[in-house]
């Protein structure tokens, strides 16, 4: 199980690098398989470095739910309309409604997810 809060008054805490950050790092104290994944992706970049792409993060996580197989995982991902929705650009929220709708349609059987949030158009 992770948990990620997203908040409006931390900009560290609202947009899916710090998300995938977190819940690699709270998986990673979990099991044995997920700190070697975490492990491999922290040499992959230089020991740390060297900051890795929001893709090279995902698929990280991607790598630990996949090698979970009988164990399940429970994300829990609280307060997302505190992630900002700018205008014009790709918003931090938009980043990360779109990898929450990647982890849907990859439909892991363990993967089990809590968002919750206020009523907004986007969410």
């Known amino acids: ?3 990620f809060f997203f908040d409006f008054k931390d900009t560290g805490k609202q947009d899916s690098r710090a998300l995938l950050s ?3 790092v709270q998986l ?3 099991s044995q398989s997920f700190y070697h994944i975490l492990f491999n992706f922290y040499s ?4 740390g470095s060297q900051q890795p792409s929001i ?3 995902t698929k990280c996580l ?3 739910i996949n090698v979970s197989r009988d164990v ?3 994300l829990v991902l609280d307060g997302l309309d505190e992630c900002p929705d700018t205008k014009g650009i790709t918003s931090s929220r938009r980043q990360v409604l779109d990898l929450v709708e990647k982890l849907v349609k990859e439909n892991p059987p ?11 158009v986007d969410i």
């Open 110 to 120: 363990r993967l089990h997810l809590c968002i919750t949030s206020r009523p907004e």
């Open 55 to 57: 893709g090279a993060l």
């Open 62 to 64: 991607e790598d630990m």
């Open 22 to 24: 977190s819940v690699i």
């Open 72 to 74: 399940p995982i429970y």
């Open 28 to 30: 990673s104290r979990r």
């Open 1 to 3: 199980m992770a948990f």
């Open 44 to 47: 992959a970049h230089e020991n």
